[in-house]
């Protein structure tokens, strides 16, 4: 037997029992095709043609996945052709798939590889994003001024089919806005892997869906948006420049509360709004939805006829002012 056929009866004895989740396909003089698995979404195929020179001559090498990211797969496939370089002379093949196989247990993060680099263009000059690949986790940095977030993002192995966990977020903004960030994100991410409680007749088979890309572009969105926001009744920051200066009394007319719309308000704004007609009908005045928060529960009714008894009292002193001038 000649050398291609040594090592194609090689690679028939050994592949599969030394490379854990590959499976050949194809095994022949002009063509090796094996598929490599961890898991679902992170699953390769290997396609080898041998070039006439061969194995003076590198291989020839084509990598494909419905999964991974094409941009991925072609930088793989410049590493596979460097690595073929080096073995000139030698068996390729095997080598080839067992440094895949390694590539894929070493880099837990390839199954979200374009998401990745989505969210770093959305990052600025002084904002980190690292990658974590042996503990499948990636550390976000996010800053705008003196204002920022930071957090862990684990991974799972059997993304995007399980959820990815948000794991010790700090940041400086008010607890009320830390809360609305962490839980807002976990729905956020939970909505993405969990079918609807309530499926309507029409809509089609739930599947589950990545992400990592749609949770961490609502953080960054909240560090870079929520300190350049006008207060929708005064219309002055609510945000001062110097974060020392946030106000972190939650009963103080300047602490900043966030309407149900997602636009913000001063306190003390707030409320003097909602006592003032007409009732029953208010909106954003940036967004045009009805004016809703929990801090005001009263009825339409009530704050009208308690309007209405303030208004009469206002009278009743103008009056008594008048006589005695």
């Known amino acids: 037997m000649g050398f291609v056929e040594d090592e194609l009866y090689e690679v028939k004895k050994l592949c599969e029992h030394v490379v854990p989740g590959s499976k050949l396909v194809s095994c022949v003089p002009t063509m090796v095709r094996a598929e490599i698995k961890r898991t679902a979404f992170k699953t390769l195929v290997f396609c ?27 930088s793989l496939t410049n590493v596979c052709e460097q690595e073929v370089k ?23 993060l390839v199954c979200c590889y374009d998401e990745i680099n989505r969210v770093r263009k959305a990052l600025g000059p002084q904002d980190e994003l690292k990658l974590k690949q042996k503990s ?30 948000l794991q010790n977020v700090d940041t400086n903004f008010t607890p009320t806005f830390y809360k609305h960030m962490v839980a807002q994100a976990k729905e956020i991410a939970r909505k993405c892997v969990e079918p609807p409680l309530k499926k309507k007749p029409k809509d089609p088979p739930f599947v589950p869906g990545p992400s990592l890309e749609k ?8 560090v870079k948006r929520l300190p350049a926001e006008d207060c929708q009744f005064c219309k002055k920051p609510c945000f001062p420049q110097e974060q020392q200066l946030l106000e972190r009394d939650e009963t103080s007319p300047n602490h900043i509360e966030r309407v149900y719309c997602g636009h913000l308000f001063h306190q003390g704004c707030l409320l ?4 003032q007609p007409p009732f029953g009908n208010k909106k954003c005045g940036k967004c045009g939805k ?11 009714r009530t704050a009208e006829a308690r309007w209405a008894h303030e208004q009469a009292r206002e009278r009743e002193l103008q009056e008594v002012e008048e006589f005695f001038n």
Request: net charge neutral; hydrophobic share 45%.
């Open 48 to 74: 080898a043609q041998f070039p006439e020179e061969y194995p003076k001559a590198p291989l020839l090498i084509e990598l494909k996945s419905k999964t991974l990211s094409e941009k991925l797969l072609l």
């Open 86 to 108: 080096n073995l000139l002379g030698k068996a390729q093949v095997l080598h080839v798939i067992k440094f895949l196989r390694k590539f894929i247990d070493e880099n837990s």
């Open 136 to 165: 499948s986790a990636i550390a976000l940095k996010v800053y705008n001024g003196e204002y920022y977030l930071t957090g862990k993002i684990f991974v799972p192995d059997d993304y995007p089919l399980s959820v990815i966990e």
């Open 215 to 222: 949770t961490l572009m609502f953080l960054i969105d909240c």
């Open 272 to 275: 003097s709004l909602m006592k």
């Open 290 to 300: 009805k004016l809703a928060h929990f801090k005001w529960s009263i009825s339409d």
